[in-house]
């Protein structure tokens, strides 16, 4: 497939335009101001399905807001999905539950997101440069994060949100400090959480959080883990949710949201759900990859040598 030049609506025509509207969906992966001008475009062509992965439309309400365990799937109706990004996923999914329940006060709540590279965007700046970033970690965009509007617009909650780069690619770390209501105690919020997420395959709710959360155990994967801390002090209670950015912030979870507008099975293409709960201290990256194609690279080679 040789890479497509055109880079905007302008530079097609009529009848192009058509002819890519009249697909069964268009997956637009671009940054905000071209995601808004494509959008457009396609949907006066007549596009059945346009699934937006940029924030340009998060939070239109003409738009279907695509948080697959929150949000259920795209009505058959519905023309455009915005696809939430990362640190909006892993903060809804591990808050907007016990809002929803009445468990914890809206007013006091402080995010605090720590997150690889990647999660920062393509474009160079002196904070992702590598002699800068490696073996280094600090705080970044504080005050003035792009996706704040977007999760207290979804949680229906004012937060204080601060996010810090790690010295990784991928993998994303979202730690809330919530405070219960009178009489709510921090086991009562896992078991809301559990109860909102019994029948969700791709989130699990660990007993307790530990190296559980490390991302080593996410990054590849569509899962997002989350937990409640056990103990309440100074009135507030730990939530944590971890996510690999790429995946469940991005691309699986445009995937998800695909399949299930399609009518198509809803794990069709994404890595299986954990099987078991995640146990001890996660793996690096780097092991994790180098076990995964030990195993799979011979078999790929040679379908032969597989096990039964």
Same mark, same amino acid.
């Given at each position: 497939m040789r890479p497509c030049p055109v880079r905007s609506p302008d530079q097609v025509d009529e009848a192009g335009l058509r002819a890519l509207a009249s697909a069964d969906l268009v997956a637009l992966a671009l940054p905000r101001e071209p995601a808004k001008v494509w959008a457009a475009a396609l949907l006066g062509a007549g596009a059945r399905r346009v699934l937006d992965l940029s924030d340009a439309r998060r939070r239109d309400p003409e738009a279907h807001y695509g948080l697959p365990e929150l949000t259920g799937a795209p009505p058959a109706h519905a023309r455009l999905v915005a696809?939430?990004?990362? &640190?909006?996923t892993a903060t809804l999914a591990s808050l907007r539950p016990l809002l929803d329940a009445g468990l914890i006060e809206a007013e006091s709540i402080a995010v605090l997101g720590t997150s690889g590279a990647s999660g920062a965007g393509k474009g160079l700046a002196d904070r992702l440069h590598f002699c800068n970033l490696a073996g280094?970690?600090?705080?970044?965009k504080v005050g003035e994060h792009r996706h704040v509007p977007e999760i207290e617009h979804h949680l229906g909650a004012p937060i204080s949100f601060v996010t810090q780069l790690l010295p990784i690619v991928?993998?994303?770390l979202v730690t809330s400090f919530v405070k219960p209501k009178a009489g709510v105690t921090p086991s009562q =919020?896992? @078991?809301?959480?559990?109860?909102?997420? !019994? @029948?969700?395959? &791709?989130?699990?709710?660990?007993?307790?959080p530990d190296q559980g959360l490390g991302l080593g155990h996410v990054v590849g994967t569509h899962q997002v883990l989350v937990a409640v801390g056990p103990v309440e002090r100074s009135g $507030?209670?730990?939530?944590?949710a971890s996510i690999d950015n790429l995946m469940r912030g991005a691309?699986?979870? !445009? $995937?998800?949201?695909?399949? =299930?507008w399609l009518g198509l099975p809803p794990s069709l293409g994404l890595p299986p759900? =954990? !099987? @078991? $709960?995640p146990r001890g201290v996660p793996p690096t990256f780097a092991t994790a990859l180098s076990t995964a194609l030990s195993t799979a690279l011979p078999t790929a080679l040679n379908p032969e040598t597989a096990t039964p």
């Open positions: 696809n939430p990004g990362c &640190y909006p280094n970690s600090f705080p970044y991928r993998g994303m =919020l896992r @078991e809301a959480l559990e109860a909102r997420y !019994a @029948e969700a395959p &791709y989130v699990t709710v660990l007993p307790q $507030l209670v730990p939530v944590f691309a699986s979870q !445009a $995937l998800h949201n695909a399949n =299930l759900p =954990l !099987a @078991e $709960l």
